[in-house]
Protein backbone atom coordinates (compact mmCIF):
# COMPACT_ATOMS: atom_id res chain seq x y z
CA UNK A 1 0.00 0.00 0.00
CA UNK A 2 1.23 3.81 -0.41
CA UNK A 3 1.89 5.10 2.29
CA UNK A 4 4.25 8.56 3.40
CA UNK A 5 6.12 8.49 6.52
CA UNK A 6 7.37 11.65 8.30
CA UNK A 7 9.89 11.30 10.68
CA UNK A 8 10.07 14.08 13.04
CA UNK A 9 6.74 14.54 14.68
CA UNK A 10 7.76 17.89 16.32
CA UNK A 11 10.87 19.82 15.84
CA UNK A 12 11.64 22.94 17.85
CA UNK A 13 14.67 25.59 16.69
CA UNK A 14 15.64 28.72 17.47
CA UNK A 15 15.58 31.52 14.56
CA UNK A 16 18.18 30.85 12.35
CA UNK A 17 19.05 27.20 12.42
CA UNK A 18 19.08 25.17 9.71
CA UNK A 19 15.93 22.77 9.15
CA UNK A 20 15.78 19.86 7.61
CA UNK A 21 12.34 17.72 7.44
CA UNK A 22 12.77 14.58 6.62
CA UNK A 23 9.96 12.32 4.15
CA UNK A 24 9.82 8.86 3.08
CA UNK A 25 7.51 7.86 0.76
CA UNK A 26 6.06 3.59 -0.21
CA UNK A 27 5.16 3.43 -4.03
CA UNK A 28 6.50 1.28 -6.87
CA UNK A 29 5.06 3.60 -9.26
CA UNK A 30 5.96 6.98 -10.92
CA UNK A 31 4.90 9.68 -8.09
CA UNK A 32 4.60 13.51 -7.82
CA UNK A 33 5.75 14.99 -4.87
CA UNK A 34 4.86 18.02 -2.63
CA UNK A 35 5.42 19.86 0.62
CA UNK A 36 2.27 21.79 1.87
CA UNK A 37 2.21 24.06 4.96
CA UNK A 38 -0.80 25.00 7.52
CA UNK A 39 0.54 27.79 9.10
CA UNK A 40 -1.63 28.49 12.70
CA UNK A 41 -4.80 29.49 11.60
CA UNK A 42 -4.69 29.18 8.09
CA UNK A 43 -5.72 26.92 5.70
CA UNK A 44 -3.06 24.52 3.50
CA UNK A 45 -0.44 26.28 1.35
CA UNK A 46 1.56 24.23 -1.35
CA UNK A 47 5.30 25.11 -0.35
CA UNK A 48 6.84 23.16 -3.27
CA UNK A 49 5.91 20.37 -5.78
CA UNK A 50 8.30 18.09 -8.17
CA UNK A 51 7.24 16.21 -11.02
CA UNK A 52 10.33 15.78 -13.41
CA UNK A 53 13.46 17.16 -14.26
CA UNK A 54 15.78 18.80 -11.50
CA UNK A 55 15.82 16.68 -8.14
CA UNK A 56 16.65 19.61 -6.03
CA UNK A 57 13.51 22.32 -6.46
CA UNK A 58 12.75 25.77 -5.23
CA UNK A 59 10.01 26.71 -3.38
CA UNK A 60 8.45 29.92 -1.55
CA UNK A 61 10.15 31.50 1.40
CA UNK A 62 13.18 30.30 0.75
CA UNK A 63 12.45 26.59 1.50
CA UNK A 64 13.78 23.56 -1.32
CA UNK A 65 13.50 19.91 -1.12
CA UNK A 66 15.60 17.25 -2.77
CA UNK A 67 14.71 13.84 -4.26
CA UNK A 68 16.15 10.81 -3.88
CA UNK A 69 14.88 8.24 -5.81
CA UNK A 70 17.10 5.47 -4.80
CA UNK A 71 16.14 6.27 -1.14
CA UNK A 72 12.49 7.59 -1.65
CA UNK A 73 13.26 10.30 -0.04
CA UNK A 74 11.76 14.24 -0.40
CA UNK A 75 13.41 15.84 2.64
CA UNK A 76 12.43 18.97 2.67
CA UNK A 77 15.25 22.08 3.86
CA UNK A 78 15.86 25.49 4.53
CA UNK A 79 19.00 26.56 5.56
CA UNK A 80 17.85 29.74 8.27
CA UNK A 81 14.59 29.37 9.80
CA UNK A 82 12.41 32.90 11.26
CA UNK A 83 9.75 32.75 13.60
CA UNK A 84 6.82 32.92 10.47
CA UNK A 85 8.01 29.56 9.85
CA UNK A 86 6.02 28.74 12.76
CA UNK A 87 3.45 26.14 11.36
CA UNK A 88 3.10 21.93 10.88
CA UNK A 89 4.48 20.68 7.11
CA UNK A 90 3.32 17.61 4.66
CA UNK A 91 4.27 15.71 2.87
CA UNK A 92 2.37 14.43 0.15
CA UNK A 93 2.97 12.13 -3.01
CA UNK A 94 0.45 11.16 -5.49
CA UNK A 95 0.26 8.60 -8.51
CA UNK A 96 0.73 10.78 -11.84
CA UNK A 97 -1.72 7.93 -13.32
CA UNK A 98 -4.21 9.35 -10.77
CA UNK A 99 -3.25 12.57 -9.51
CA UNK A 100 -6.44 13.23 -7.80
CA UNK A 101 -5.34 10.84 -4.97
CA UNK A 102 -3.12 12.72 -2.58
CA UNK A 103 -1.62 10.86 0.46
CA UNK A 104 -0.04 12.54 3.04
CA UNK A 105 2.29 11.56 5.83
CA UNK A 106 1.36 12.61 9.28
CA UNK A 107 3.18 15.87 9.30
CA UNK A 108 5.60 17.51 11.31
CA UNK A 109 5.20 20.49 13.96
CA UNK A 110 8.02 22.93 13.21
CA UNK A 111 8.10 25.74 16.70
CA UNK A 112 10.81 28.41 15.73
CA UNK A 113 11.89 30.16 18.87
CA UNK A 114 12.80 33.96 18.15
CA UNK B 1 -8.79 34.98 -8.43
CA UNK B 2 -11.63 33.49 -5.72
CA UNK B 3 -10.01 30.40 -4.11
CA UNK B 4 -11.46 27.51 -2.18
CA UNK B 5 -13.93 28.40 -0.07
CA UNK B 6 -16.33 25.66 2.40
CA UNK B 7 -18.93 26.20 4.63
CA UNK B 8 -19.66 26.01 7.66
CA UNK B 9 -16.47 26.55 9.01
CA UNK B 10 -17.64 25.07 12.18
CA UNK B 11 -20.17 22.54 12.86
CA UNK B 12 -21.71 19.98 16.08
CA UNK B 13 -23.59 17.17 15.82
CA UNK B 14 -24.88 14.14 17.51
CA UNK B 15 -23.98 10.74 16.92
CA UNK B 16 -26.38 9.05 14.18
CA UNK B 17 -27.36 12.34 12.43
CA UNK B 18 -26.38 13.71 8.84
CA UNK B 19 -24.44 16.35 7.92
CA UNK B 20 -23.85 18.11 4.43
CA UNK B 21 -20.58 19.80 3.72
CA UNK B 22 -20.06 22.40 0.85
CA UNK B 23 -17.32 23.59 -1.35
CA UNK B 24 -17.07 26.08 -3.76
CA UNK B 25 -13.82 25.41 -6.23
CA UNK B 26 -11.24 27.89 -7.06
CA UNK B 27 -11.72 29.67 -10.38
CA UNK B 28 -10.71 27.65 -13.63
CA UNK B 29 -11.20 24.75 -11.22
CA UNK B 30 -13.37 21.75 -12.60
CA UNK B 31 -11.94 18.90 -10.33
CA UNK B 32 -13.06 18.87 -6.49
CA UNK B 33 -11.04 15.87 -3.71
CA UNK B 34 -12.36 16.37 -0.14
CA UNK B 35 -9.83 14.79 2.22
CA UNK B 36 -10.55 14.13 6.38
CA UNK B 37 -8.02 15.45 8.42
CA UNK B 38 -8.18 13.42 12.37
CA UNK B 39 -6.37 15.71 15.28
CA UNK B 40 -2.74 14.93 14.73
CA UNK B 41 -2.77 13.21 11.11
CA UNK B 42 -2.26 14.22 7.79
CA UNK B 43 -5.59 14.68 5.68
CA UNK B 44 -6.94 11.21 4.27
CA UNK B 45 -8.05 11.06 0.87
CA UNK B 46 -12.76 10.40 0.26
CA UNK B 47 -12.95 10.90 -2.81
CA UNK B 48 -13.03 12.99 -5.79
CA UNK B 49 -15.38 15.11 -8.60
CA UNK B 50 -15.16 15.42 -12.15
CA UNK B 51 -17.50 16.16 -14.25
CA UNK B 52 -20.39 15.56 -11.31
CA UNK B 53 -19.61 12.29 -11.08
CA UNK B 54 -17.15 10.49 -8.56
CA UNK B 55 -13.52 10.60 -9.98
CA UNK B 56 -11.59 8.05 -7.26
CA UNK B 57 -12.09 7.09 -3.88
CA UNK B 58 -10.19 6.18 -0.52
CA UNK B 59 -10.67 4.23 2.09
CA UNK B 60 -14.49 4.96 3.50
CA UNK B 61 -17.53 3.93 3.95
CA UNK B 62 -20.56 4.58 1.81
CA UNK B 63 -21.95 6.42 4.06
CA UNK B 64 -19.71 9.40 2.71
CA UNK B 65 -20.94 9.98 -0.15
CA UNK B 66 -20.55 13.45 -2.68
CA UNK B 67 -21.96 15.54 -5.29
CA UNK B 68 -20.62 17.96 -7.54
CA UNK B 69 -22.75 20.40 -9.33
CA UNK B 70 -22.63 22.24 -12.95
CA UNK B 71 -20.45 25.00 -11.37
CA UNK B 72 -18.22 22.26 -10.12
CA UNK B 73 -19.05 23.37 -6.47
CA UNK B 74 -19.57 20.03 -4.25
CA UNK B 75 -21.00 18.66 -0.98
CA UNK B 76 -19.76 16.02 1.03
CA UNK B 77 -22.49 13.99 2.97
CA UNK B 78 -22.05 12.19 5.74
CA UNK B 79 -24.69 9.79 7.13
CA UNK B 80 -25.26 8.06 11.00
CA UNK B 81 -22.43 9.97 12.55
CA UNK B 82 -19.90 8.68 14.40
CA UNK B 83 -17.67 9.81 17.06
CA UNK B 84 -14.59 9.07 15.11
CA UNK B 85 -16.12 11.02 12.50
CA UNK B 86 -14.92 14.56 14.59
CA UNK B 87 -12.06 15.95 12.38
CA UNK B 88 -11.69 18.83 10.04
CA UNK B 89 -12.94 18.08 6.78
CA UNK B 90 -10.86 19.43 3.59
CA UNK B 91 -11.78 20.68 0.02
CA UNK B 92 -9.12 20.88 -2.38
CA UNK B 93 -9.85 21.62 -6.14
CA UNK B 94 -7.49 21.06 -9.34
CA UNK B 95 -8.09 21.03 -13.44
CA UNK B 96 -8.00 17.26 -14.24
CA UNK B 97 -5.15 18.01 -16.53
CA UNK B 98 -2.81 19.41 -13.50
CA UNK B 99 -1.20 17.99 -10.71
CA UNK B 100 -1.40 20.17 -8.21
CA UNK B 101 -4.15 20.64 -5.55
CA UNK B 102 -5.58 23.83 -3.75
CA UNK B 103 -6.83 23.92 -0.62
CA UNK B 104 -9.83 25.24 1.05
CA UNK B 105 -9.41 26.35 4.82
CA UNK B 106 -11.76 23.48 6.13
CA UNK B 107 -14.83 22.32 8.12
CA UNK B 108 -14.30 21.10 11.56
CA UNK B 109 -17.05 18.69 12.35
CA UNK B 110 -17.54 17.45 16.13
CA UNK B 111 -20.06 15.15 16.74
CA UNK B 112 -21.05 14.48 20.39
Known amino acids: AQSVSQHNHHVILSEAASLELGCNYS??????LFWYVQYPGQHLQLLLK??????LVKGIKGFEAEFIKSKFSFNLRKPSVQWSDTAEYFCAVNDRSNTGKLIFGQGTTLQVKP | ETGVTQSPTHLIKTRGQQVTLRCSSQ?????VSWYQQALGQGPQFIFQ???????GRGNFPPRFSGLQFPNYSSELNVNALELDDSALYLC???????????FGPGTRLTVL
Open chain 1, 50 to 55: YFSGDP
Open chain 2, 92 to 102: ASSSLDADTQY
Open chain 1, 27 to 32: YGGTVN
Open chain 2, 27 to 31: SGHNT
Open chain 2, 49 to 55: YYREEEN
